[in-house]
């Protein structure tokens, strides 16, 4: 039996903290945070870009849709949290750049009317993060879902960079210092399904970008509980131009 619901004026209920802070050549920090709960149709589009131009850095994509019931969804995400120019010995250091999130999300699909305006769309969820210094990619998505109940990490950062890396101490190569985060992609994913999961990741040389290191994908239809972590880490590496990585 179909379920519809007249929703009146306000469906979602939203709170969200915004914040953007750089210096007075280019905004490199940001951090947001968002709860959402409610009834209605919900869309949500986030990206994000660490270096300018095409197949570098750290890049992010995810996008979020369908009607219902949102019973939770709190979300966080901070870009460039690590300055590696803090180090007192660091000539010339370049930004570290990095990017980390945290996501709980509980929804539950039905069609609902709204100001005579009908929205029937089952719940997706998608996301790709790449990470092009350590030739490093995930991405997890949920389609065509009547439920999904998912709590998601991700950590990734591209490590220590510098001109003069032979003036930092030995311990420090390739960014292993306490208070530089080592090169690496790690996501975790909890998640309960009812519909259909992909999650992939691939692992592929900097040098030799049409070398995959591993590889792997696992999709299901249906209804499944998932537990997975995913933890790619550098190899020091300096890596080749080009679109090179893709999303598995």
Sequence with gaps: ?????????????????????????????????????????????????????????????????????????????????????????????????????????????????YQNHSYDQKWQEKKCVKNYEIGAVTDANFVQCEKLQKEETVVTYTGYQSKYREQAPPWFECGTADYCPPAALTQTVTANVLGISHIGFAAKDPNEHHHTIARGVEETVGQFQIEKTIDIRETCNEGMVGDWLGCP
């Design 1 to 113: 039996m179909e379920r519809k619901l007249n929703i009146f004026v306000a469906v979602i209920v939203v709170f969200g903290l915004i914040a953007v802070i750089g210096s007075a050549v280019a905004a490199n920090y940001v951090w947001i945070e968002s709860n959402v709960k409610g009834v209605g149709y919900k869309n949500s589009e986030y990206g994000v870009d660490t270096r300018q131009g095409i197949a570098n850095g750290i890049e992010m994509s995810e996008q979020e849709s369908g009607t219902g019931i949102v019973t939770t969804q709190e979300w966080t995400l901070e870009v460039n949290k690590v300055n590696a120019e803090t180090a007192p010995w660091c000539l010339d250091c370049f930004c570290m750049e990095g990017l980390e999130e945290k996501k709980v999300l509980d929804v539950e699909y039905f069609p609902i009317t």
